[in-house]
T-cell receptor
Framework: AQSVTQLDSQVPVFEEAPVELRCNYS??????LFWYVQYPNQGLQLLLK??????LVKGINGFEAEFNKSQTSFHLRKPSVHISDTAEYFC????????????FGDGTTLTVKP | DAMVIQNPRYQVTQFGKPVTLSCSQT?????MYWYQQKSSQAPKLLFHYYDKDFNNEADTPDNFQSRRPNTSFCFLDIRSPGLGDAAMYLC?????????????FGPGTRLTVL
């Protein structure tokens, strides 16, 4: 079984400021890690994923995340946010065996202010 | 473009009146999922199909059923909707080939129960 904790439910930030959205996970097996973004009244869209290899993963829209196995974290970062980044962000984990069964965190609402 | 399509985008039904939500995909993915998402919450997995194999989550109410007549289509049937079933319903797909890769989400169907 696995679980995901997104440490901040809401993150307000000013435009062009850096942002970090925090995600910790626990699992009894090796996992793959994902960040998704959800805009109002839309489905989820993949931002980036970690399956293996380099622990620093770059995604779309200038986002990146770093997998830290010792701290069981997968924090999402962006050096300079835009108003259009205002959305809900979900961290998710999937076991690396057997199909299906991603576990999502409760989400972080990122609000970018002008 | 390959995609996940959900119809309708908005569905209104009456308390106790059966309703069916549909999902289709052009990605030829072997796994299809149905999630329920209530306001400001994470998506909650209801069930998923791995090819024709149906996998129900333990806490999914019996009121919710699903059908996958072929690779491309998957349906969510709510036999007797209650007020508590009002939510966004998200369909997603993924291609499992020994690796749990990312899920591709449709835009969702927002269900209102009167």
């Amino acid at each position: 079984a696995q679980s995901v904790t997104q440490l901040d439910s809401q993150v307000p930030v000013f435009e062009e400021a850096p942002v970090e959205l925090r995600c910790n996970y626990s699992s009894s097996v090796s996992v793959y890690l994902f960040w998704y973004v959800q805009y109002p009244n839309q489905g989820l869209q993949l931002l980036l994923k970690y399956l293996s290899g380099s622990t620093l993963v770059k995604g779309i829209n200038g986002f990146e995340a770093e997998f830290n196995k010792s701290q069981t974290s997968f924090h999402l970062r962006k050096p300079s946010v835009h108003i259009s980044d205002t959305a809900e962000y979900f961290c998710a984990v999937s076991p690396n065996t057997n199909a299906g069964k991603s576990t999502f965190g409760d989400g972080t609402t990122l609000t970018v202010k002008p | 473009d390959a995609m996940v399509i959900q119809n309708p985008r908005y569905q209104v039904t009456q308390f106790g009146k059966p309703v069916t939500l549909s999902c289709s995909q052009t990605l030829n993915h072997n796994v299809m999922y149905w999630y329920q998402q209530k306001s400001s919450q994470a998506p909650k997995l209801l069930f998923h199909y791995y090819d024709k194999d149906f996998n129900n989550e333990a806490d999914t109410p019996d009121n919710f059923q699903s059908r996958r007549p072929n690779t491309s289509f998957c349906f969510l049937d709510i036999r007797s909707p209650g007020l508590g079933d009002a939510a966004m319903y998200l369909c997603a797909t993924s291609m499992y080939s020994g690796v749990n890769n990312e899920q591709f989400f449709g835009p969702g169907t927002r269900l209102t129960v009167l």
